[in-house]
């Protein structure tokens, strides 16, 4: 075993690109040690360049024999993990009837399963330490659906839920979760390096998936949130003793959050007379 880095250690996923490697470079930055893994490991090195505090490690985050390589890797130099970022993702985008079913099991497999594989692997290290924080980058489309992201929405609603779940099953051993939600950023997820768009097949969609992409790929490279930006603040919040459970990260972002909570108490009371007599006579009695 390696002695115990004195500085806290970051292991990010999906570091080879995209927001992966702003927020390896932050940290690095911030004075942090981190181990960036991505499934090519000469991209993350070319991305990052040499760094005495930086570990690059190869991990396909769907395999979980990979994850618990590249957790053995970090451990055998720095002695620990303190952050797991929950990075690597991709995007399968199209109408539901479109997209083959092995293509949505495919999203799901790599933004749900792999964050599930990495943190298993993980977790046993935070909780020998007494510490730890697991944040998962989620998005705005894990709070809101909408056309055309049904399996990428699908993924990230369920990485939401786990990551809800997990918070109060680890807090004893010292261990936080943060989930982050970020609005539209100039990263890589509309390319064709990380998006994959179903094969048109159904007539009465045609017309909106024309609409669709060329409007997407009209954004790509415009988006108006800066990903470095992001990547700082991220790491000024894993600093704070109390990191937040969710982060909306971005003004869109907010907007997001504050409609969707309207739009919950709206449905919470548009039928409250007949939500509330649901119960069992004899327990309405007692009440």
Request: contains cysteine; glycine residues 10%; negative net charge.
């Amino acid at each position: 075993m390696a002695e115990k880095s004195e500085k806290r250690v970051w292991l990010v996923t999906g570091a080879g690109r995209g927001m992966g490697v702003d927020i390896a470079q932050a940290a690095l930055a911030a004075g942090y040690a981190v181990v960036a893994t991505g499934r090519n490991p000469g991209r993350v090195s070319s991305a990052l360049g040499a760094h005495d505090d930086l570990l690059t490690v190869a991990l396909d985050v769907t395999d979980p024999a990979s994850a618990r390589a590249a957790v053995e890797a970090a451990v055998g130099r720095f002695g620990r993990i303190d952050v797991l970022v929950n990075n690597a993702g991709n995007f399968y985008a199209g109408f539901f009837e479109e997209i083959s079913p092995a293509d949505f099991r495919a999203q799901v497999e790599t933004n749900l399963f792999g964050p599930l594989n990495v943190t298993r692997a993980v977790l046993p290290v935070m909780r020998g330490q007494r510490s730890g924080l697991v944040v998962t980058i989620s998005s705005t489309a894990g709070l809101v659906g909408q056309e055309f992201c049904t399996a990428y929405a699908a993924s990230k609603f369920a990485l939401e839920g786990w990551s809800e779940s997990l918070a109060p099953e680890v807090a004893p051993f010292g261990i936080r979760t943060m989930l982050v939600e970020p609005g539209f950023f100039r990263t890589e997820l509309l390319t064709r390096d990380s998006t994959s768009y179903a094969e048109p097949s159904i007539d009465d969609y045609a017309e909106r998936t024309r609409q669709t992409v060329t409007a997407w790929n009209a954004m790509n490279g415009l988006q108006g949130g800066d990903p470095a930006k992001l990547a700082k603040a991220l790491v000024h919040l894993a600093g704070q003793e109390k990191p937040p459970p969710r982060w909306a990260a971005g003004a869109d972002a907010i907007g997001v959050f504050e409609q969707k909570a309207r739009d919950l108490l709206a449905q919470a009371g548009a039928y409250r007379e007949l939500s509330s007599s649901l119960a069992h006579d004899d327990a309405m009695a007692n009440t």
